[in-house]
């Protein structure tokens, strides 16, 4: 158990919705990541939070948005859903921001159907 | 080209033989290099790291990086079947983010 909570594990929608994930980090982990993977593009590094403040953008969609709050928990808000957006979304966190090991701690991540 | 190239398998092994997982990648300002491994339905988690090029041995893990080639590799010796799993390597820049470069992956499956 990695102490990364993710939920909801499942979820299935339909185009054109709009769903929240969430993730709460491991206890004193001050920066939130998500990731999306699916089977042809492998794992991508969408977003970073340190903290409360954004620290890195990857291959984020703008019809796609994340926050962290004030005690660390993170969301990840998908809207105007496509059938392209089904995947894995994993959330990791990790003690610092930058300039450490690299070690992510992930979640188990919240399966995403859109039908 | 995708940043980090890694071929997906899967790879079929049979029980203690010596596994070579390889990775190319393309962005010479990649300053540290890791491979994570992925159980099926579970998220990925941190098997080595190194910063430098070379070779690291973890018991029966060897990772090594060529800086040079642009090539790492994950060695496993004496493959268990518990080692079937996705593997994956990633890179990273100590920038002011901690953004982490993800290959594909590769399905490893050992067979007893």
């Known amino acids: 158990d990695s102490g990364v909570t993710q939920t909801p594990k499942h979820l299935i929608t339909a185009t054109g919705q709009r769903v929240t994930l969430r993730c709460s980090p491991r206890?004193?982990?001050?920066?939130v990541y998500w990731y999306q993977q699916s089977l042809d593009q492998g794992l991508q590094f969408l977003i970073q939070y340190y903290n409360g403040e954004e620290r890195a953008k990857g291959n984020i969609l703008e019809r796609f948005s994340a926050q962290q709050f004030p005690d660390l928990h993170s969301e990840l808000n998908l809207s105007s859903l496509e059938l392209g957006d089904s995947a894995l979304y994993f959330c990791?966190?990790?003690?610092?921001?930058?300039?450490?090991?690299?070690?992510?701690?992930f979640g188990e991540g919240s399966r995403l159907t859109v039908l | 080209q995708k940043e980090v190239e890694q071929d997906p398998g899967p790879l079929s092994v049979p029980e203690g033989a010596i596994v070579s997982l390889n990775c190319t990648y393309s962005n010479s300002a990649f300053q540290y290099f890791m491979w994570y491994r992925q159980y099926s339905r579970k998220g990925p988690e941190l098997l080595m790291y190194?910063?430098?090029?070379g070779n690291k041995e973890d018991g029966r893990f060897t990772a090594q990086v060529d800086k040079s080639s642009k090539y790492i590799s994950l060695f496993i010796r004496d493959s268990q079947p518990s080692d079937s799993a996705t593997y994956l390597c990633a890179r990273g820049l100590m920038e002011y983010g901690n953004k982490l470069v993800f290959g594909a992956g590769t399905i490893l499956r050992v067979k007893s």
């Open positions: 190194t910063y430098s090029s």
């Open positions: 990791a966190s990790s003690p610092r921001a930058s300039g450490s090991t690299g070690e992510l701690f």
């Open positions: 206890s004193g982990d001050l920066s």
